[in-house]
């Protein structure tokens, strides 16, 4: 059974950065794809990330394009979102996926497993 453990949430200030990880156990790690999802306030589930098993294609949603960037290490098991320039509007609690398969340029959908997330707050 796969494992995730989401962590680097907190409190920030808007305009700061934050860099979010999930470690990845119980299965081999790089036969996944990754990605990563957040859910605000009375708002449904976003995609927000997508990395291929390599490390080499990502897809991101128009809300984060240019602003966040998802990194893995397959080494440790481990994939990395790395957030900039954050807004009150990320304030969300953000979730790590994984998902056997990956579709080039296109959203991860129904992922197979999911961590328990890790909340973000952006104050103003």
């Known amino acids: 059974q796969v494992q995730l453990v989401e962590s680097g949430g907190g409190l920030v200030q808007a305009g700061e950065s934050l860099r979010l990880s999930c470690a990845f156990s119980?299965?081999?790690?790089?036969?996944?794809?990754m990605g990563w999802f957040r859910q605000a306030p009375g708002k449904d589930r976003e995609f927000i990330a997508v990395?291929?098993?390599?490390?080499?294609?990502?897809y991101y949603s128009d809300s984060v394009k240019g602003r966040f960037a998802i990194s893995r290490d397959n080494a440790k098991d481990t994939v990395y979102l790395q957030m900039n320039s954050l807004s009150p509007a990320d304030t969300a609690i953000y979730y790590c996926?994984?998902?056997?398969?990956?579709?080039?340029?296109?959203?991860?959908?129904?992922?197979?497993?999911w961590g328990q997330g890790t909340q973000v707050t952006v104050s103003s």
């Open positions: 996926a994984a998902k056997i398969g990956y579709r080039r340029e296109q959203p991860m959908s129904a992922p197979d497993y």
């Open positions: 119980g299965r081999t790690f790089d036969s996944y794809a």
């Open positions: 990395i291929n098993w390599s490390g080499f294609q990502k």
